[in-house]
């Protein structure tokens, strides 16, 4: 089955950059998209079709993407960004697919 | 705006079934397309299923083909995820979400948690 791969975790101090990665050999012809999930919340989405931010999503946060690998990058990382981050994208069957997941914490 | 309610925790005992509702308010049901995620315990996110407009059908993850049915009554606008044969692999908290025509899941609801246990 299809599988989106993120590292673990990722750990940055306050005011730096952070960057997640997500691969999958499906992404260069389909979107991925960002979720930010908190302790014992919902997901949240931050980044939507690879770069887009959606309203409300502080301008910190962007997305690129480069063949196999799109990327989640949080400049200037504020202590309330620590959360888990998970990419989504499809595979050839339509269906859908979230990465593992990467925790970041904020030292 | 598109608001999510879910039903609340249950406890269930290995090889029962459980049936997950999501009450949707500020649009109707078929105006959306239902999707359902869930999320073991300090593990990530899984794709159960969800219905597919373009087709109008009802699409599932090949992990829970046979074994899930996910359902709609459009009279209540309530959407419903039945999980049977339930193993203490199941423990999860159950997500509904709506797929935008964007193809990203928002909103979600808040959660439903399904605790299998002997």
């Known amino acids: 089955s299809y599988e989106l791969t993120q590292p673990p975790s990722v750990s940055v101090s306050p005011g730096q950059t952070a960057r997640i990665t997500c691969s999958g050999d499906a992404l260069p012809k389909q979107y991925a998209y960002w979720y930010q999930q908190k302790p014992g919340q919902a997901p949240v989405l931050v980044i939507y079709?690879?770069?887009e931010r959606p309203s409300g999503i502080p301008e910190r946060f962007s997305g690129s993407s480069s063949g196999t690998t799109v990327t989640l990058t949080i400049s200037g990382v504020q202590a309330e960004d620590e959360a888990d981050y998970y990419c989504q994208s499809a595979d050839s069957s339509g269906s859908w697919v979230f990465g593992g997941g990467t925790k970041l914490t904020v030292l | 705006q598109v608001q999510l309610v879910q039903s609340g925790a249950e406890v269930k005992k290995p090889g029962a079934s459980v049936k997950v509702s999501c009450k949707v308010s500020?649009?109707?049901?078929?105006?959306?397309?239902m999707h359902w995620v869930r999320q073991a315990p300090g593990k990530g996110l899984e794709w159960m299923g969800g219905?597919?407009?373009?087709?109008?059908?009802?699409i599932y993850a090949q992990k829970f083909q046979g074994r899930v049915t996910m359902t709609e009554d459009t009279s209540t606008d309530t959407a419903y995820m039945e999980l049977s044969s339930l193993r203490s692999e199941d423990t999860a908290v159950y997500y509904c979400?709506?797929?935008?025509?964007?193809?990203?899941?928002?909103?979600w609801g808040q959660g439903t948690l399904v605790t299998v246990s002997s």
């Open positions: 979400a709506v797929k935008t025509p964007g193809n990203w899941f928002d909103p």
């Open positions: 079709k690879d770069s």
């Open positions: 500020g649009y109707t049901l078929t105006e959306l397309s």
């Open positions: 219905f597919d407009p373009e087709d109008g059908e009802t």
